[in-house]
């Protein structure tokens, strides 16, 4: 079981890493000027978003409900790990919006500024920040 968390843990910090670098990106080709600039950006995005945002998710996922899956019983009616799934189930529609952004930008289609992207990126912040309070507090039990 511990070998299965610290995998989970990894995974999770994988992931938000993702999520905290792939929307800066956003903010950087939003302002971008030259088409290199731009087409450097996409590269970066779409490398970033398969190649670690989305595998990281994955395996986040997968070792969640692995780990649920040891204690079944006691997580079943634990109220701090339904609001934490939420949570997750939020982050996961935010890691598929940050797709949709990614396919915009590359198809030339996205017209949000730099500073929707500043306040966009700063929305998994406040997920973590619940997320790990729900995990090590462990309210509402």
Not at 22 to 29: E, G, K, Q
Not at 81 to 101: D, E, M, N, Q, R
Request: aromatic share 20%; proline share 3%; charged share 15%.
């Amino acid at each position: 079981m511990l070998w299965v968390k610290a995998f989970h843990i990894i995974a999770v910090i994988c992931w938000f890493a993702a999520l905290f670098y792939l929307p800066r990106l956003f903010v950087y080709h939003a302002s971008c000027a030259d088409k290199g600039g731009r087409e450097r950006f996409n590269i970066m995005q779409r490398k970033l978003y398969r190649g670690i945002a989305t595998p990281s998710m994955i395996a986040t996922l997968i070792l969640g409900f692995w780990l649920i899956g040891y204690n079944f019983e006691y997580y079943k009616s634990a109220v701090w790990l339904h609001a934490k799934l939420t949570l997750v189930v939020i982050l996961v529609g935010y890691h598929y919006i940050c797709g949709h952004f990614v396919k915009q930008f590359a198809g030339g289609n996205c017209h949000k500024s730099h500073v929707f992207f500043r306040w966009f990126n700063e929305f998994p912040v406040l997920l973590l920040v619940a997320i790990i309070i729900l995990v090590v507090v462990k309210p509402f039990s």
